[in-house]
T-cell receptor, first 111, second 118 residues
Framework: LAKTTQPVSMDSYEGQEVNITCSHN???????ITWYQQFPSQGPRFIIQ???TKVTNEVASLFIPADRKSSTLSLPRVSLSDTAVYYC????????????FGSGTKLNVKP | DAGVTQSPTHLIKTRGQQVTLRCSPK?????VSWYQQALGQGPQFIFQ???????QRGNFPDRFSGHQFPNYSSELNVNALLLGDSALYLC?????????????????FGSGTRLTVV
């Protein structure tokens, strides 16, 4: 099972772009990379998922280098409401999955 | 379209008692996973159910057991509660194996059940 490593916390200001990097050196060939956002006392919310290169949706971008040993979640122009814990997970999608969460990155957006 | 529904939202139990938590998956999903999240920690995988059978299990003792019903809903049972079982219990659902293309949207989590053991 791929273990992930993320920074414990990050600070940013409203309107800035935030990049959170996750290391997953032991990622397997059939593993996808998924990012979740979690607010206190709520369940994690899916943000974005990718396998390689770059994926973009309406809320974030995910950059994955060719060796796939790391990934970077990019949040454009953050607001106070983006203050949350962000988790990076890796796991296969073509079998029964048991995603393992790390401790996540606590993003604190300041006014 | 309803997402994942968990009940109850909050629960207080006494050490040694038993508890049952319930989860209804998102419409169209038939696989249910359970997670335990202690305060300040990331969610820890407990087990996963598909076709009414436990398919995967994390590092949790046998006091933690589950069940999945024909309508895909699921229960998590914890026996002989310990103070350390106090946590937010999360249920997550995912789409059918035969529809893996839609898995690109990841798991859908419920809001959880806050269990306090006193």
């Amino acid at each position: 099972l791929a273990k992930t490593t993320q920074p414990v916390s990050m600070d940013s200001y409203e309107g800035q772009e935030v990049n959170i990097t996750c290391s997953h050196n032991n990622i397997a060939t059939n593993d996808y990379i998924t990012w979740y956002q979690q607010f206190p006392s709520q369940g994690p919310r899916f943000i974005i998922q990718g396998y390689k290169t770059k994926v973009t949706n309406e809320v974030a971008s995910l950059f994955i280098p060719a060796d796939r040993k790391s990934s970077t979640l990019s949040l454009p122009r953050v607001s106070l409401s983006d203050t949350a814990v962000y988790y990076c997970l890796v796991g296969g999608v073509y079998n029964f999955n048991k995603f393992y969460f790390g401790s996540g990155t606590k993003l604190n957006v300041k006014p | 379209d309803a997402g994942v529904t968990q009940s109850p939202t909050h629960l207080i139990k006494t050490r040694g008692q038993q508890v049952t938590l319930r989860c209804s998956p998102k419409s169209g999903h038939d696989t249910v996973s359970w997670y335990q999240q202690a305060l300040g920690q990331g969610p820890q995988f407990i087990f996963q159910y598909y076709e009414e059978e436990e398919r995967q299990r994390g590092n949790f003792p046998d006091r933690f057991s589950g069940h999945q019903f024909p309508n895909y809903s699921s229960e998590l049972n914890v026996n002989a509660l310990l103070l350390g079982d106090s946590a937010l219990y999360l249920c997550a659902s995912s789409p059918a194996l035969g529809d893996r293309a839609s898995f690109n949207y990841g798991y859908t989590f419920g809001s959880g059940t806050r269990l306090t053991v006193v």
